[in-house]
């Protein structure tokens, strides 16, 4: 079966760290652009960030950039968004996405990260 | 950067049509073709319904089809059917090598 499961959402105090696991199945992950998208519950989704597929270029959201880091991991099929510094706008449900907006889309149901003191 | 401008609802009967808009800028909705709409039912993931301005993925029904004029992207949803009831989103990527989401639009059927 082709999926993205994300995983490592909690709820932690601003100024604090944590790491959001995307684990995929049924393709290679390196073969695509991998995202991060995040989305408040009851507003629009925010683009966060991407790898692009083949190497490791790597694009951030101004909101995000210089706090969060986008990695992968070829032999675990996986990809991690290192999060640091988290604020409360941070707050969100994270989805892990294959090719995002592209006609083979695939996204994953969420994590969600609450920051809050 | 801030998202893209869309109407906050639109409305239709059964079986009629609805245009949604999504107004950005030359540095995004103008920039490239990499103009996508998204629908999103309570509780689910978003789901390409167009991707690259016009195109529709397999399995995403003609009734849904898009355009675009300068920097304002259209989506059109035709026939329209009780299952259409959702939130829509665009998208764009920018000349910054990011991407930008619309406001959305909550799409009511009468």
């Known amino acids: 079966e082709v999926k993205v499961v994300e995983s490592g959402g909690d709820s932690v105090r601003p100024g604090q760290s944590l790491r959001l696991s995307c684990e995929v199945s049924g393709f290679t992950v390196r073969d695509y652009t991998m995202h991060w998208v995040r989305q408040v519950v009851g507003k629009g989704p925010e683009w966060v960030s991407r790898?692009?597929?083949?190497?490791?270029?790597?694009d951030y959201a101004d909101s995000v950039k210089g706090r969060f880091t986008l990695s992968r991991d070829n032999a675990k099929n996986s990809l991690y968004l290192q999060m640091n510094n988290l604020r409360p706008e941070d707050t969100a449900l994270y989805y892990c996405?294959?090719?995002?907006?592209?006609?083979?889309?695939?996204w994953g149901q969420g994590t969600l990260v609450t920051v809050s003191a | 950067q801030s998202a893209l401008t869309q109407p906050p609802s639109a409305t239709g009967s059964l079986g009629q049509s609805v245009h949604i808009s999504c107004t950005g800028t030359s540095s995004d909705v103008g920039y490239e073709n990499y103009v996508s709409w998204f629908q999103q039912h309570p509780g689910k993931a978003p789901r390409v319904l167009i991707y690259e301005v016009y195109k529709r993925p397999s399995g995403v029904p003609d009734r849904f089809s898009a355009s675009r004029s300068g920097n304002t992207a259209y989506l059109t949803v035709s026939g329209l059917q009780a299952e259409d009831e959702a939130h829509y989103y665009c998208?764009?990527?920018?000349?910054?090598?990011?991407?930008?989401f619309g406001s959305g639009t909550q799409v009511t059927i009468l």
């Open positions: 996405a294959r090719d995002f907006d592209w006609k083979n889309a695939l």
């Open positions: 790898i692009h597929a083949g190497g490791e270029a790597t």
């Open positions: 998208s764009s990527n920018t000349d910054k090598k990011t991407y930008l």
